[in-house]
């Protein structure tokens, strides 16, 4: 591939709002130079656009949940939860094939691209066959989620989880667990034969799946064998009944206890941390980790509201991530991690710092640097030695009419649900073109062929 360049008239760079400002990008996708004009960047001819902000990282999903998104909305005989849910998302994870598992991540990735999504980092515990038994290939099902990632052109890092138990203590598998089965010599398996496919779009970490599914000298073992810099998520403190459960297993709250037997640092993902004590909270933000909010997920899993005014103020970072796939796009899950403090303190713009009294602004800049920590990949800015990841705003559009820079993501968080996304560049890849994906209809119908198989095949 040749590299290439644009020019912008006014981009989001890692200290704001810039105008005129040339972006150039090497064949490997990426960044060499952002200048004040085409020239200081190195590039001959650049395509002039308006507004370039840097792609969002998608922090955290589970590509199989896309095919159950919205399938999920009716009450049953007793009261629903979060468990209540996990039932029926087992019951679906039991179905999905590696061909239908492909076909389901490639519309989800198209669905990310075309709301702002640059990359996205796969928690992935589909590692068996319906049966529990192992696939000839132990990382297939990994493998097919990378093939719809290199297919549809979004960055990826693939985290193959460890998850051994059915709950604290070393609590055997649920039969609709077995799925998911897998030790530290497994996981390790797979990240050694993932890593075949490391390159510029693709990095390989791993995933303890949560404190109920991995003993913590697993998670020890797991965090000194896996390679230097490789990102580390687990689900932690998502509902009140895993905290409950942590303080009568071990006498600690979750997060308290994993700090205190794994220390924390930037290399960890700390997936929902809903809910944290004022002491954990502050630790957690002093750690250098990341916490994963995913909102829409959260809202719609009865979580609760994760803490984010105290979080900011100690210097907490964060990124997000659409995690159960019930929304796609970075604006619904930055607007509802706003709008639900708001609801909790009744007052308005909570995202906020001395330096930055701009909402949207501090909640895209935030999320893109902690998205990125999160990935381990060199995303998340408009900056030489980064990815060439980035989005070109519908500067026509009525919701962006005479915004001044510093208004323009005030407004894409803020107004309305148009998707102001135009074109999506992906390592300098041109993967979204006027809001259309090359490869979006024959992937919408793969999409609708598995979703058919996958309803006959409903008990
Ligand atoms: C998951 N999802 O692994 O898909 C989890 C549910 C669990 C979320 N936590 C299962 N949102 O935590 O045991
Ligand atoms: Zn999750």
């Known amino acids: 591939m040749n590299g290439g360049a644009v020019l912008a008239r006014h981009a989001l760079l890692p200290d704001g709002w810039a105008r005129d400002v040339a972006i150039a990008w090497n064949g490997d996708g990426v960044i060499t130079a952002v200048g004040a004009t085409a020239a200081d960047a ?22 199989f949940q896309r095919a159950m998104a919205g399938q999920a909305e009716t009450a049953g005989e007793g009261e629903d939860s979060f468990w209540t849910w996990r039932e029926l998302m087992y019951r679906f994870a039991g179905r999905i094939t590696p061909a239908q598992l492909e076909a389901v991540a490639a519309q989800l990735f198209v669905d990310c691209l075309r709301h702002g999504y640059t990359s996205v980092c796969e928690f992935h515990y589909l590692h068996r066959a319906a049966d529990g038994a192992a696939y000839a290939r132990p990382a297939e099902m990994a493998e097919r989620v990378a093939q719809a990632a290199r ?3 979004i960055g990826l890092t693939m985290l193959p989880v460890l998850y051994s138990h059915g709950g604290f203590g070393a609590q055997p598998l649920g039969p609709r667990q077995r799925r998911f089965q897998s030790d530290v010599g497994a996981v390790l398996g797979m990240v050694e034969a993932l890593d075949r496919l490391r390159d510029g779009q693709f990095e390989v970490g791993a995933a303890p799946h949560s404190l109920r599914a991995a003993s913590m000298a697993q998670i020890g073992e797991l965090a000194a064998a896996l390679p230097p810099g490789r990102p580390i998520h687990i689900h932690i403190a998502e509902q009140q009944l895993e905290v ?12 308290a206890w994993l700090l205190e037997r794994q220390g924390l640092d ?13 002491a954990e909270l502050a630790a957690l933000a002093a750690s250098g ?13 009865g979580d609760g509201l994760f803490a984010l005014a105290p979080y900011l103020a100690a210097g907490g970072r964060f990124g997000i991530g659409s995690d159960s796939h019930v929304g796609h796009s970075p604006v619904e899950e930055l607007r509802w991690l706003e709008y639900g403090q708001r609801l909790r303190q009744q007052r308005r713009n909570i995202a906020v710092s001395p330096v930055q009294r701009h909402v949207g602004d501090l909640l895209w800049q935030a999320a893109l640097a902690g998205g990125a920590q999160a990935s381990g990949r060199p995303v998340g800015a408009l900056a030489v030695g980064r990815r060439a990841d980035f ?22 968080l803020f107004a309305g649900n148009d998707n102001l996304v135009r074109d999506v560049l992906v390592g300098g890849r041109r993967v979204i073109q006027d809001g259309r994906h090359a490869g979006q209809a024959a992937i919408a119908a793969r999409y ?12």
């Open 151 to 153: 297919e549809t052109g």
């Open 42 to 63: 190195g590039a001959a001819a650049a395509a002039a656009v308006g507004l370039v902000i840097p792609g969002m990282v998608n922090l955290h999903s589970h590509a």
């Open 289 to 301: 980790a990341v916490a994963g909010l995913c909102p829409s997920t959260e809202a719609n899993l």
């Open 448 to 459: 609708r062929a598995a979703l058919a198989q996958l309803r006959e095949r409903s008990p």
């Open 266 to 278: 930037a290399r960890w993902c700390l997936v929902h941390a809903t809910h944290l004590d004022e």
């Open 244 to 255: 409950d459960a942590c303080l009568a297993h071990s006498g600690q709250r979750p997060l």
């Open 391 to 412: 989005l070109v705003l519908d500067d026509e559009h009525p919701n962006l009419a005479g915004a001044p820079a510093d208004e323009v993501l005030g407004r894409l």
